[in-house]
């Protein structure tokens, strides 16, 4: 839904703008990506403190959003991030 609502950055740079700019809400980061691209990741946005969450797979996180495989993804709205903290933590 955040994807169709364009409340979405995804793609290194802009996941990186996203979150200098203070635009992400919070940080989507796939199981399966690398540790050296998840460590990069999780430095910025704990410097920002923006929530991450590690789950699904690069595919799958990909198939989400409609497009390729995707390593992570910023959420730019607060409702979906919200949405999103209350999914998790409901399971």
Not at 32 to 48: G, H, I, P
Not at 52 to 62: E, N, Q, R, S
């Amino acid at each position: 839904m955040a994807q169709r609502a364009g409340k979405t950055a995804s793609g290194d740079v802009a996941i990186r703008k996203a979150i200098t700019t203070g635009q992400a809400a919070a940080l989507v980061v796939a199981q399966d990506v690398s540790e050296r691209t998840k460590a990069s990741l999780l430095k910025e946005a704990s410097e920002k403190k923006i929530p991450v969450h590690a789950i699904l797979t690069k595919d799958t996180l990909g198939q989400c959003l409609g497009k390729e495989y995707r390593a992570a993804v910023a959420l730019l709205d607060k409702g979906f991030a919200k949405a999103l903290e209350k999914e998790l933590c409901d399971r």
